[in-house]
């Protein structure tokens, strides 16, 4: 978690006292899905927020960013890390699309 309120995941491959490095770095990607909405009735009435869709991103991936993957962040901006556990949404989600990636170059 950066200082800047952008989250990153990936492998730390090594941490100095300046730079922290991360491989197969990815990030989540917001967009809402709809629009707002309104229901009245006659006595009151209802807005319905756009529903929020998140997309875990590889980064490098990116058509305006090919690169190896590889993030170096200055260590002053890290505000914390933690180690996600092997049955996490996020590393089950990196773990679906890689099989599928996989599979798909068979």
Do not use: C
């Amino acid at each position: 978690h950066l200082n800047n309120g952008q989250v990153y995941f990936g492998h730390l491959s090594r941490v100095s006292q300046n730079t922290i490095t991360m491989d197969d770095t990815r990030y989540l990607e917001t967009y809402q899905a709809g629009d707002n909405s309104v229901s009245q009735s006659e006595n009151f009435a209802v807005e319905q927020a756009p529903k929020q869709i998140y997309s875990l991103v590889r980064r490098g991936d990116e058509k305006s960013l090919a690169t190896d993957h590889t993030l170096y962040i200055n260590r002053a901006s890290v505000l914390f890390w933690e180690k996600l556990s092997a049955d996490s949404d996020i590393v089950n989600s990196i773990k679906a699309v890689a099989g599928q990636k996989a599979e798909n170059s068979k």
